[in-house]
């Protein structure tokens, strides 16, 4: 593969990797097995790349790769217990996918909302967000009790929710 197409996949990838990782993982019952997953799509866009047209719509071709990983991940896994049955997935595939642009634009007014949070309110909504995230812990650091913090994070989470239902509504008029 040729340089410029090397960094086109690059480019491509890191901007809707997030978005095929939210595919996957609304489809499989756990991260882990999401993260597995998905490492596997990482490895087969890789490979086809040369058969994706420049210009193309890279996440949608992502993401039927990705739902074809999801099947042959759920194939090999049939019987556990907490896979749900193949029918059910591509149902889940193709609603997900018809939502995905309502979520872009959910999304990107969450991002525009939270550049209007002053800085120090930011970082301390991205700690208690963390995977590992102890509230306790971040409402401790922050200088709150933990039922003030819960307050205050409950306050935070309806004025995001208010922003991006404003910025949706401009959005559509």
């Known amino acids: 593969m040729n340089p ?9 990838f890191t901007m809707h990797e997030p978005a095929v990782r939210a595919f996957v993982r609304r489809l499989l019952p756990t991260r882990g097995d999401a993260d597995d997953v998905l490492q596997e799509v990482a490895i087969v866009l890789w490979e086809k790349f040369d058969s994706f047209s420049t210009g193309g719509d890279f996440k949608a071709w992502a993401c039927s790769i990705a739902k074809f990983k999801v099947l ?3 194939r ?5 217990r907490l896979v749900l049955d193949t029918d059910v997935v591509e149902l889940l595939a193709t609603e997900s996918l018809a939502s995905e642009s309502r979520l872009d634009r959910q999304r990107e007014a ?12 930011r970082d301390l909504l991205g700690r208690a967000y963390q995977p ?40 559509s008029a």
């Open 132 to 171: 590992e995230a102890k509230i306790q812990a971040v409402a401790a650091g922050s200088g709150r009790s933990t039922n003030g913090f819960y307050q205050w994070l409950h306050r935070m989470r309806q004025m995001l929710l208010e922003c991006i239902s404003r910025e949706l509504a401009a959005e």
């Open 76 to 80: 090999d896994h049939g019987r556990d």
């Open 4 to 12: 410029d197409r090397h960094t086109e996949f690059l480019r491509a």
């Open 110 to 121: 969450l991002r525009s909302c939270l550049k209007k949070v002053p800085p120090a309110e």
């Open 72 to 74: 042959a991940w759920l």
